[in-house]
């Protein structure tokens, strides 16, 4: 009975550790940026109903980054720029406190920055792809370690206790250590996996979409290399850059790279339709093929051009 009681105290100490220890800090972290969110909202909803202020990309980028400073948060733990403006047009939607014509109005305006969102170019140096990567490697090193630390303490805590009741070391005694060790470690491995599922999938920041996509770009060009396929890097065609053209058997094929999400919006199927039909109307374009990260392909049916493949 004795020995059941420690093994379950180990375990339920570490679970109680481990939980602590990830409100007092990812926790934190997330109330903050939550805090960040909503106060962005309030700021720019109070200009565009009282200051008739119409919303400008660069100035929403700026005010993000300016309140993760004052939140002390990662500008990508913030909701990205098209977020928050789809955020303020639901407010302005739904609100009854706004008048029809102003309703109407504020629309409009955040009509026209969504629309121009879609045609801004921001371009992000290797310095944020790499703030980016050690950002997500910090979270996985810290869950790994709040497991580990949670575990192996609360196999020290039923160690040290039946010890000192006991006053004898003996194999028994080692076992259950080692139970408790082996079973907080599996215990906490999932409920870090629960919490990491939990978690809202935000659409990324433009710059974080940026890396996604370099990522993306760099597993093709490896494949290409491992391969022998000649290839040019961002090559001019017309007035569109695809992220790859091969020269093979004499044929000219174009690669564009797509580093989408689980959900892809019609919206950008649509111009991803419409650029890679683009593409293969070009004249000299042999086959043009799109490469994503998820096994979301483009619906070939909304394609009517043979040269075009995913």
């Known amino acids: 009975m004795d ?11 570490s679970i109680l550790l481990f939980l602590l220890t990830y409100l007092q800090t990812i926790g934190v972290k997330k109330v903050r940026a939550k805090f960040a969110n909503q106060d962005i909202h309030r700021s720019f909803m109070r200009r565009m109903i009282f200051e008739e202020y119409a919303p400008k990309f660069k100035d929403l980028t700026k005010i993000v980054e300016g309140k993760a400073r004052e939140f002390r948060v990662s500008i990508n733990d ?11 047009f639901t407010e302005v939607f739904d609100s009854d406190q706004i008048s029809p014509s102003q309703r109407v109005e504020i629309e409009n305006r955040l009509n026209k920055c969504l629309d121009r969102i879609e045609q801004e170019s921001e371009e992000s140096g290797s310095i ?14 810290i869950f790994f370690i709040l497991v580990g630390t949670a575990s192996l303490l609360g196999a020290t805590s039923s160690f040290a206790y039946t010890f000192f009741e006991t006053k004898i070391l003996n194999t028994e005694l080692i076992l259950s250590g080692v139970i408790v060790l082996v079973a907080s470690v599996a215990a906490l491995s999932a409920i870090s996996v629960i919490l990491i599922n939990k978690e809202v999938v935000e659409q990324p920041s433009r710059l974080v979409a ?24 961002s090559p001019k065609l017309g007035g569109m850059r695809p992220a790859f053209i091969l020269d093979i058997k004499g044929k000219k094929v174009v690669i564009d790279a797509k580093a989408w999400n689980n959900i892809v919006p019609l919206h950008q199927i649509r111009r991803t339709k419409d650029y890679l039909n683009e593409l293969a109307n070009t004249e000299g374009v042999d086959q043009v093929l799109l490469v994503t990260n998820e096994k979301t392909p483009l619906p070939l049916s909304q394609i009517k051009n043979d040269t075009i493949s995913t």
């Open 3 to 13: 020995t059941f009681f420690t093994t379950g105290f180990g375990i339920l100490f």
């Open 78 to 88: 913030l909701l990205s720029e098209e977020q928050v403006l789809n955020a303020l």
């Open 128 to 141: 944020d792809f790499r703030q980016l990567l050690l950002e997500k490697k910090q979270k996985s090193n």
């Open 210 to 233: 940026q890396m996604m996509s370099s990522e993306l770009e760099n597993d093709v060009r490896k494949i290409l290399e491992k391969l022998k396929i000649k290839y040019s890097i």
